[in-house]
């Protein structure tokens, strides 16, 4: 996958309140208030505008135009985002965050993160949620809404329950009951009363979500993992290997997952040897362990983070999840 923190205006448009940016990304600020501050501060104060296509004959030089389709143009850089049908909708970077301005602004959430990735194709801002979650005394679990848009055409405007591990940074982000990993769609409502009802309504979703998501955490901590049952389900979520390579790169990976079973972060008071540990081996595995390709460290970070949150890392910590969920009964 071709993914990348925006730079195209010179810095990576990343930010993170408190606490060093993710993957070392970003800079560290104390508070966005306001979703305004926070498109400020992750570089996301620009816009997209609607081209006409034209196609140039490079032999003759004649041009035919396209009626029924534009290009979404990001004003600033000029690049184009993608092309869409001409009745496609933006969701300015403004429009998209304000969502969040009541949420926020009642201290039911808290901007956190926000940035953009592929040059501006995919927008992100994360809001953490003030609650927690412990599956034992030393393993806290934070609960965020992960707010992601798209000027490229591929997805609509959504939200999505995440949390973090905080022992490790080891993310999960949460499936919603018929609407899957893609999340919950956010119409354009234009009337600040509209939006503000939407709002906390999908909050009220994602809470009913998270709580959900206790339940599943502690029936995976009331599940012990014997070494023939740990031993299938590492196995489970690995395709099978042809060659040689693949052979290679199977082993490799889960001798990862059984050190990562084993190691301090997942042999904390109240945890060791369960479900829940299982996932977390597969988790920071998919987070930190594997490895991405680019030009340089920071490039691979890049690919890294969008892998985490949209791509195949998130794919197999899902498809772990389910299936430690499975063993403890509850799916």
């Known amino acids: 996958m071709s993914h990348e923190i925006d730079t195209s205006t010179g810095q990576a448009a990343i930010f993170v309140t408190g606490t060093p940016a993710w993957h070392h990304l970003g800079k560290t600020i104390e508070r966005a208030a306001t979703s305004a501050d926070a498109i400020n501060l992750a570089g996301l104060n620009w816009h997209v505008a609607q081209w006409p296509i034209n196609a140039t004959d490079p032999a003759s030089w004649l041009t035919t135009s396209d009626p029924d389709h534009v290009a979404n143009v990001r004003t600033d850089t000029r690049s184009i985002l993608g092309i869409v049908?001409?009745?496609y909708r933006i969701f300015q970077n403004a429009e998209a965050f304000d969502f969040m301005d009541s949420l926020v602004g009642d201290k039911l959430a808290m901007f956190e993160t926000a940035g953009s990735l592929k040059g501006g194709r995919k927008v992100w801002m994360l809001a953490r949620i003030p609650k927690e979650y412990r599956a034992g005394p030393d393993d806290l679990i934070k609960p965020y809404v992960l707010l992601v848009n798209s000027h490229d055409g591929t997805s609509s405007l959504r939200m999505l329950p995440t949390t973090v591990r905080v022992v490790c940074q080891n993310t999960l982000n949460l499936a919603l009951r018929n609407a899957g990993s893609e999340g919950i769609a956010i119409r354009h409502r234009p009337n600040l009363a509209g939006?503000?009802?939407e709002a906390r309504e999908k909050l009220g979703i994602i809470a009913a979500r998270f709580d959900q998501f206790d339940?599943?955490?502690?029936?995976?901590?009331?599940?012990?993992?014997?070494?023939?049952?740990?031993?299938?389900?590492?196995?489970?979520?690995?395709?099978?290997?042809?060659?040689?390579?693949e052979k290679t790169n199977r082993l490799q990976t889960l001798t990862l997952f059984n050190a990562n079973f084993e190691n301090p972060r997942n042999n904390?008071?109240?945890?060791?040897g369960?479900?829940?540990?299982?996932?977390?081996?597969?988790s920071e595995w998919a987070d930190h362990q594997r490895t991405f390709r680019g030009?340089?460290?920071?490039?691979?970070?890049?690919?890294?983070?969008?892998?985490?949150?949209?791509?195949?890392?998130?794919?197999i910590k899902q498809r772990a999840y389910a299936q430690a969920l499975e063993l403890a009964g509850t799916n």
């Open 274 to 282: 369960t479900a829940w540990t299982a996932y977390n081996a597969v």
């Open 268 to 272: 904390l008071p109240g945890i060791r």
């Open 85 to 87: 049908s001409k009745d």
């Open 295 to 315: 030009k340089d460290d920071i490039s691979r970070a890049e690919n890294r983070l969008a892998s985490v949150w949209f791509g195949s890392s998130n794919a």
């Open 215 to 245: 339940e599943e955490l502690h029936a995976m901590l009331a599940t012990q993992m014997t070494g023939r049952r740990i031993k299938r389900y590492f196995n489970n979520l690995l395709p099978p290997a042809t060659t040689d390579r």
């Open 195 to 197: 939006r503000v009802k």
